[in-house]
């Protein structure tokens, strides 16, 4: 073997098995930087957008067929088992304008190898910020479908499918929720806001409502807060529990429920009947007052409930009532009985109240403090959701020995009609009925803080009552007022001394309030100055005040029966209480024998004092009082310083014209008097009379001659005195 020439270098024997190690480490070092950087791409940006892929396209349709409604996502962000989804739609063919679902945000844990092939298996999820408006109305609701899907019940689709199964997280956690759920057919609407919601593995649901409101369109209403709701989703009607906090029901104004507990739960054994048990007070007040037990179906829309409040005194509610028109809180007490059914959309009521003591006052009512009202009720009718419909099939109340008994009808708005149309408005149906009972108990029953004039009355035969009213708001003019209030089978025996007719076929006195608060006595008879007989005052003033005021009024026994329905309609027409229906013999009762004052109290007594001198006295004498006492201008009180005033004449030398105009100014005479002091007509008061002339012509009152005579007589006033209309009623007069 020879040697290598001196000075030539070898590499070592080694060096060629180094140099490719060292290319293949370097192979392998590219090709794991490449795959580090492939996974990094993949988590960052391949995985992301392909889970987001396999949402939209995968999920999302399972979801859709899952719930038989669109799903729209507005963006969506998928990380390493992990879905973010925001702005969340989920809409229906039945939904008007508000879709049935909206949430802000959702966060779900998935499976990493299932979400890449759509096949999503859900773990914990967070949602944040829903909005729920459920609807229900004449064509069916936007809901009730999914709950049955939810369920299982979906047709041809077992409720334990895989696909359906991976739908369903293992835990969820619900914060800032709102639900509003409109039943268009029945007029409520339930809203809450402030919902979280816990939902485990087991199906177990906490929910817990901040503020719940159900809202009725026709008056009552409920809210409350802090209800916790448990159930089971597998079954979430049947296993349904409600705890109440507080709450309060508000029933019309002035009856509150308040401070509502308890708790609504499952009947064990009985699927879908849930026990209730409430207990609360009112207005308010502290305490205990009332319980409420029952049991309830919601699917079935079935249920009754039993509403008791134990007899207590309402000093109990003393702070409830500190503005009330009640009195003497601790002298009055009361216990109640109420029972409430639900059979699909009718629910009937009946109930019983005892009342003892009551104490009242209300200027509308009396001046005086109307005192030991006792009374014992009963109530039973029935309430038709759908068709809006309320029953009164019993109300009667029993006070002093004397019955009520009242039945009707009360069809509301918007309620569905048999011919499956929708109501436009209101009709009212009442009978009111008093079965016979002694005239004597009748007034005894009476508060006599409420007559007065009518204690000491005695009197014999039978009374009794049988009204009808029948009001169609979409028909007024056909407004029924019928039946007959049994006064006539009564007989005045023997009056008080100062209520006697017999003082009134003599002189007598009255006094009249010329001013608030300041009176003057007035003496009705021929020893007074301004007195004038009935022979003298005009033939044209008497038919036109019969024309305009009485029109019967030598026909009828003091009430226009007839007037009493017209007054009625214009009322309602005009939508508050205008006009009236007082008979002339009403008028003279008012001004002669009570005051002024607009209550309760002088109506009973009006009517009743009426009934007696129709009975005692004669038309002429009553006419002749009339004009003799009613007033005519500031002051002026009979007709004989009337017409010396207006036209310086007495009364039998009136014309039909100046008569007209004597009617013209009442109700008003004070405020139509300026006429006089401005010696100028109004228009209206122009018109006015030259109505009343046509009308006396049209009842023969007036014959055609003196109609045109007195078209063509101008009324001219006696000459402006300044000193009555600016220094003695100056402000009636010229400023």
């Not at 108990?441 to 009808?468: A, E, R, Y």
Request: glycine letters at 10%; charged letters at 25%.
């Amino acid at each position: 073997m020879g040697y290598p020439p001196v000075g030539h270098y070898y590499p070592p024997p080694m060096a060629p098995r180094r140099w490719w190690l060292t290319r293949k480490w370097l192979l392998i070092g590219g090709i794991g930087i490449g795959l580090l950087t492939f996974v990094v791409l993949f988590f960052t940006v391949i995985y992301g957008r392909i889970g987001a892929y396999m949402i939209q396209s995968k999920m999302v349709p399972k979801l859709e067929k899952k719930l038989g409604r669109t799903v729209e996502i507005g963006d969506v962000d998928v990380s390493a088992g992990m879905a973010v989804l925001e702005d969340v739609v989920i809409k229906g063919p039945k939904d008007k304008g508000e879709p049935l679902v909206r949430i802000a945000r959702i966060e779900a844990e998935v499976g990493f190898w299932s979400s890449l092939v759509g096949d999503v298996e859900l773990g914990a999820v967070r949602i944040q910020g829903v909005k729920v408006a459920a609807l229900k109305d004449k064509d069916g609701d936007n809901f009730s479908d999914i709950l049955d899907r939810l369920r299982g019940k979906k047709e041809g689709e077992s409720s334990g499918g895989s696909s359906s199964s991976h739908l369903r997280p293992e835990s969820l956690e619900l914060k800032d929720m709102s639900v509003q759920v409109r039943d268009a057919l029945h007029g409520a609407t339930l809203v809450s806001a402030g919902i979280t919601a816990n939902l485990g593995a087991d199906g177990g649901l906490a929910l817990t409502l901040g503020d719940l409101a159900l809202l009725t369109d026709f008056g009552p209403y409920a809210n409350a807060e802090g209800v916790v709701v448990t159930a089971n989703m597998k079954d979430l009607v049947h296993s349904a529990a409600v705890v109440v906090a507080s709450g309060e029901v508000y029933l019309w104004k002035g009856m509150t429920l308040t401070g509502v507990s308890g708790a609504v739960s499952q009947t064990e054994g009985q699927p879908g009947r849930l026990v209730v048990h409430l207990t609360g007070g009112y207005g308010g007040a502290q305490g205990t007052l009332w319980r409420a037990d029952g049991w309830a179906d919601p699917l079935a829309e079935k249920g009754s409930l039993d509403i008791v409040a134990d007899r207590f005194t309402f000093d109990r509610i003393a702070p409830v009532l500190e503005k009330s028109m009640v009195r003497d809180f601790a002298k009055t007490s009361i216990d109640v009985a109420v029972k409430i059914a639900l059979d699909g959309p009718r629910v009937t009521y009946g109930g019983t109240l005892n009342l003892v003591g009551l104490n009242v006052q209300h200027p509308m009512l009396s001046e005086e403090v109307v005192r030991d009202i006792s009374a014992r009720g009963e109530l039973a009718g029935s309430f038709d959701r759908t068709a809006r419909v309320l029953t009164v099939d019993k109300a009667a109340l029993e006070t002093r020995g004397v019955d009520y008994q009242l039945t009707g009808r009360l069809a509301m708005p918007e309620g569905i009609e048999p011919n499956g149309s929708r109501r436009k408005s209101r009709h009212l149906g009442l009978r009111l009925t008093i079965p016979p009972v002694p005239c004597q108990t009748m007034l005894q029953s009476i508060p006599s803080q409420l007559i007065p004039h009518m204690v000491g009355f005695k009197l014999k035969g039978t009374f009794g009552t049988d009204v009808l009213v029948d009001i169609d708001w979409a028909n007024l003019e056909a407004t029924k007022l019928e039946g007959s209030v049994g006064i006539r089978g009564c007989k005045v025996v023997k009056p008080p001394p100062e209520m006697d007719s017999k003082r009134l076929l003599g002189s007598f006195e009255h006094e009249v309030e010329i001013e608030p608060d300041k009176w003057k006595t007035i003496k009705i008879g021929p020893e007074s100055h301004d007195f004038v007989p009935l022979a003298e005052v005009s033939p044209h003033l008497l038919n036109s005040l019969q024309t305009t005021e009485d029109n019967g009024f030598y026909k009828h026994r003091g009430f226009i029966t007839k007037e009493f329905r017209t007054a009625m309609v214009k009322d309602l027409q005009a939508g508050y209480f205008k006009y009236g229906a007082s008979s002339i013999t009403m008028q003279l009762v008012k001004n002669v024998f009570l005051t002024r004052d607009k209550t309760l109290s002088r109506k009973f007594q009006e009517l009743f004092l009426t009934w007696y001198i129709e009975n005692t006295l004669e038309k002429d004498r009553l006419f002749e009082i009339y004009v003799n006492a009613i007033e005519f201008g500031p002051g002026l009180y009979g007709i004989k310083p009337a017409s010396l005033q207006y036209f310086g004449k007495p009364p039998i030398d009136l014309n039909p014209r100046e008569a007209a105009f004597f009617s013209s100014i009442l109700p008003a005479p004070k405020r139509r008097f300026k006429q006089f002091c401005q010696d100028k007509l109004s228009g209206w008061t122009e018109n006015k009379i030259e109505r009343i002339l046509q009308l006396m012509v049209k009842r023969g009152r007036l014959t055609e001659q003196d109609y045109l005579i007195a078209m063509q007589t101008p009324l001219v006033f006696q000459p402006n005195k300044r000193g009555f209309c600016d220094k003695k009623y100056p402000k009636w007069g010229i400023k």
